[in-house]
């Protein structure tokens, strides 16, 4: 248990907590007892109900940090790991980086501060400037996750970048694992379908700008055709609405592509005249041979994955040679007297059944609509294991690479004040079909 006071590898003492997260994250501000500097620490559990990818993402955000040098990133300190001794049964990791004093952007919103044009001008160029030296290293370095609680408006009056929990070291999404990331209403379309590109920050910026304008978050402000609608909100010059509008294309060619482009159409005024690229992302479509069934409307999206293990001969003898013994063990044990034997049978019977069907019985049916989504579980048109949760909910998806079988799933990551659930999509997907999945219930949960 992290508490105020607590010295922890007998060099930072714990002063004050800032913040934590149903996912078992938790900042503190510390005091280096070796400088007497105060640091801010950022400090993951790993408990049972944790994935390994949220470990994988804090120490990506550390080796990434302790490459970047930056006057307005914070610097990076030290990690360390804390022993389940140490930290109350549950190993601990700690990120150390440089305190910065001041407010984040979303606590003076909370605080009723208004930004006026002339601050919106100075946030937009400062954390270009930030967005300029990340994109431009080699490989690209993507924040993926801007937005008012990681800018700090720092008692010198600068504007800092913090938080690179969601960051990506790579110019686009390899291997056979990834993590959908960002936060809804400030994260674009393609950045959900895991196909981030720089440009992706820059509409994240974009809608942070928006709120800061509007004292709205995106989610709250009406939409048309997916672009955010705020111009009739705002008394400022026409030529940032039109920038703003840019900055927030819900279409990849037709927003900036680079940082350095925006702000040079910023500085100008000029936004007809920006030099726009197209980035490299494009629209997954459904793969040619997928049997997964979708269909959608404004109110409702349905999705049905058949069972792919059914269709392949050896499961199917194996499945029918497994189903023949048991059904005939439950009459073997009934002809016997009932004794402790006989429930044990039974039991595992009943267990073995379960597994069995987890393993083969890997047809999904989920239902999203407006208030809630309901996942079933299938075997030949059976449907067991139901599952329901809310929409409001969800905080991501992962697509997950599954060693046993091999193929790919979807898991839909839900969670709230009484702890994280994830939600099993598919057990053998193909890679590209699972891209196509995923886009397609972002999709649907952007244009809700």
């Known amino acids: 248990m992290l508490d105020t006071g607590k010295i922890l590898q007998e060099r930072y003492?714990?002063?004050?907590?800032?913040?934590?997260?149903?996912?078992?994250?938790?900042?503190?501000?510390?005091?280096?007892?070796?400088s007497q500097e105060q640091v801010t620490l950022k400090m993951l559990a790993f408990s049972p109900e944790m994935h390994w990818e949220e470990l994988k993402l804090f120490e990506r955000e550390a080796q990434v940090l302790q490459a970047l040098n930056h006057p307005r990133i914070p610097c990076y300190r030290d990690y360390f790991s804390l022993e389940r001794e140490a930290g109350a049964g549950l190993p601990w990791f700690g990120l150390v980086q440089d305190y910065i004093p001041g407010f984040s952007l979303q606590e003076l919103l909370e605080k009723g501060?208004?930004?006026?044009?002339?601050?919106?001008?100075?946030?937009?160029?400062?954390?270009?400037?930030?967005?300029?030296?990340?994109?431009?290293?080699?490989?690209?370095?993507?924040?993926?996750?801007?937005?008012?609680?990681?800018?700090?408006?720092?008692?010198?009056?600068?504007?800092?970048?913090?938080?690179?929990?969601?960051?990506?070291?790579?110019?686009?999404?390899?291997?056979?694992?990834?993590t959908v990331v960002g936060t809804s209403g400030y994260a674009p379309l393609e950045q959900f379908w895991g196909r981030a590109v720089p440009a992706s920050?820059?509409?994240?910026?974009?809608?942070?700008?928006?709120?800061?304008?509007?004292?709205?978050?995106?989610?709250?402000?009406p939409q048309k055709d997916s672009r955010i609608q705020f111009s009739d909100r705002v008394s400022v010059n026409p030529s940032l609405v039109s920038w703003i509008e840019k900055m927030t294309e819900i279409a990849l060619?037709?927003?900036?592509?680079?940082?350095?482009?925006?702000?040079?159409?910023?500085?100008?005024?000029?936004?007809?005249?920006?030099?726009?690229?197209?980035?490299?992302?494009?629209?997954?479509?459904?793969?040619?041979?997928?049997?997964?069934?979708?269909?959608?409307?404004?109110?409702?999206?349905?999705?049905?994955?058949?069972?792919?293990?059914?269709?392949k001969p050896f499961f199917c003898v194996f499945l029918i040679g497994i189903l023949i013994l048991l059904l005939l063990q439950p009459i073997t044990l009934l002809l016997g007297e009932p004794n402790f034997y006989t429930g044990l049978g039974l039991f595992t019977i009943i267990a073995s059944t379960s597994i069995l069907l987890k393993i083969v019985g890997n047809g999904n049916k989920i239902t999203f609509n407006r208030n809630y989504f309901k996942l079933?579980?299938?075997?030949?048109?059976?449907?067991?294991?139901?599952?329901?949760?809310?929409?409001?909910?969800?905080?991501?998806?992962?697509?997950y690479n599954t060693s046993f079988f091999g193929g790919n799933q979807i898991r839909i990551r839900s969670g709230n004040y009484t702890g994280t659930y994830?939600?099993?999509?598919?057990?053998?997907?193909?890679?590209?079909?699972?891209?196509?999945?995923?886009?397609e219930i972002q999709d649907w949960l952007n244009l809700r």
């Open 113 to 178: 501060n208004k930004f006026s044009e002339k601050q919106v001008r100075k946030i937009a160029t400062e954390v270009l400037e930030i967005l300029i030296y990340l994109h431009e290293l080699s490989p690209p370095v993507l924040h993926r996750d801007i937005k008012p609680s990681n800018l700090i408006w720092g008692e010198d009056q600068q504007v800092y970048l913090v938080d690179f929990g969601a960051v990506q070291a790579q110019a686009a999404v390899t291997g056979v694992t990834f």
């Open 422 to 439: 994830f939600y099993v999509l598919g057990n053998h997907l193909k890679e590209v079909e699972a891209a196509w999945l995923a886009q």
């Open 13 to 34: 003492q714990l002063q004050q907590r800032l913040g934590r997260t149903a996912a078992g994250h938790q900042t503190w501000l510390a005091v280096d007892l070796e």
């Open 376 to 399: 079933e579980h299938q075997i030949f048109g059976w449907s067991y294991l139901g599952q329901r949760g809310e929409l409001s909910d969800i905080l991501g998806a992962f697509i």
């Open 253 to 311: 060619e037709k927003r900036f592509s680079k940082a350095r482009d925006a702000l040079a159409a910023l500085k100008s005024g000029n936004i007809q005249g920006a030099n726009l690229q197209i980035p490299t992302v494009w629209k997954i479509a459904k793969p040619p041979h997928s049997r997964i069934q979708v269909s959608k409307s404004a109110t409702e999206l349905n999705i049905k994955i058949p069972s792919t293990l059914l269709r």
């Open 201 to 221: 920050d820059l509409y994240a910026l974009g809608a942070t700008l928006i709120h800061l304008l509007t004292g709205m978050t995106p989610a709250d402000l």
